[in-house]
């Protein structure tokens, strides 16, 4: 059975922030799901110490994901993206975004997205920022703010997955269809194995084409 967008939405966005939630302040969290067998796994890559080396380690990984043999492979690829997503290369924006993801988990959204609205403020290049405080915004009913910020953690980070995959659901479950379409095969381009992907797009394109659109 297929959720719901919103709802498929608030779960995948509700398993990062529970992830972070857990980890020391400023150590980033890594998903915590039984290993792939030592041939398949990436190796993890080393956290980067400058906005340079940032984006090359991204660049590298973004490109063995989007040509991963399997989804085993294409997994282990993705752990190692979101272990660098979450690196912002400030002690300071670290608390913050620590104290963010743990008023999350307390479901207190009014207290998080003050966080957040600092953590955006003093690092506008940090993309995990944009895409926390999205859900944030969601959770508190602000639904275009939190386009806004997706669209924002996709303009710094056009390969960011699970910012393109909220994205999609967001635009779907308003109406706005066709971008929804677009997104989701930029996502499909980006992460081949992202679960639901293939029938999300089959889904749209019949919705759009039977508007005639």
Known sequence: MTLPPHVRFLAIAAALTGLASLAP????????????APEKRASAPS?????????TVLSELYERLAA????????????????VWLHSGSPTVDLLFGRA????????????????????????????????????????????????????????????F????????????????????????RLAEVHPYWEGTEQAIEELAREVEGQGI
């Open 25 to 36: 302040v400023g150590v980033p969290a890594v998903a915590q799901e039984a290993a792939p």
């Open 47 to 55: 956290l980067p110490r400058t906005p340079d080396e940032r984006d």
């Open 68 to 83: 991963s043999d399997d989804e085993t492979g294409a997994k282990s690829v993705a752990e190692s993206i979101e272990r």
């Open 101 to 160: 993801m743990q008023a999350v988990a307390e479901k207190a959204y009014d207290k998080a997205l003050g966080f957040l609205d600092h953590v955006v403020e003093q690092a506008p290049d940090f993309t995990e920022g944009w895409s926390r405080r999205a859900f944030v915004q969601f959770q508190l009913g602000n639904v275009r703010p939190a386009i806004g910020d997706l669209r924002r953690a996709i303009a710094l980070d056009p390969s960011h």
């Open 162 to 185: 699970k910012a393109l995959d909220g994205l999609a659901q967001v635009l779907r479950d308003i109406g706005e269809k066709r971008a929804a379409l677009q997104v989701m095969r």
